[in-house]
């Protein structure tokens, strides 16, 4: 795309490790200064921001957790108080079951708790995260927002019941919001990505059990994980003028495994 976000604002949650820093560090390549944003890997986070600079792009960290409207009010703000605008954003911010830090369990043994916290990350977050980014887009009548689900949104997992309903609620409330601002110059799109190394969730799967990387791969058509700078160029694409026809759509990115 060749420096094709210069002067451009970006926003990427979710930016401490995988598809986050991934897609943070393009748009900086690009010619974007980035807002970094996530709410426990803070090192994570500021390390991402390091290596942007360490490359000679411009870029910022911030706090946030995208469950609560004051966190990602002030965010947003940060970004044009910082850089003057908001243009992009990459809601990215997510948790799923990896047998590490949420548990893998079938609905009907599925405490409440684990419930509520994964519809409020994954689907009230985008909600909050949406509802602020488009108040700024609209003052300026521009800008392109890509929330990212997941292949689990279009081919259920058992154990994934909770995740697999707040991906697959992101997705109507994308089209919705799309269609909402399909005329002020917004677009709004959503990726579902395929299984995905140097992501916490593959990391965490595959920790404890070795050889179920090896089972992934076995059941995806390519016969291997996709890299998280193969998601973050697909990011920028549909950030980028290459596909301003483009709004309310989802884009798998999953070698094939939706055709299945």
Sequence with gaps: MGKGFQDKVALVTGGASGMGRAAARLFAREGAKVIVSTDSNIKGGEETVRLIQSDGGEAIFVKCDVTKAADVETMVD?????????????????????????????????????????????????????????????????????????????????????????????????????LEYATSGIRINVLCPGPTDKTKLMENLTQYHPEEREHINSVIPMKRLADPEEMAEVVLWLCSDAASFITGSTISVDGGMSAT
Excluded at 138 to 165: E, R, T
């Design 78 to 178: 940060k970004a044009v108080q910082t850089y003057g605008g908001l243009h992009y954003a990459f809601n990215n911010a997510g948790i799923g079951p990896d047998g590490n830090r949420e548990p893998i369990v079938y609905v009907a043994d599925c405490p409440e708790e684990i419930w509520d916290r994964t519809l409020n990350i994954n689907l009230k977050g985008i909600f909050l995260c949406m509802k602020y980014e488009i108040r700024q887009m609209l003052k300026q009548k521009y800008g392109a927002i890509v929330n990212n689900s997941s292949l689990g949104a279009l081919k259920a997992v058992p154990g994934f019941g909770a995740y697999d309903a707040s991906k697959s609620g992101m997705i109507g409330l994308t089209k919705a919001a799309a």
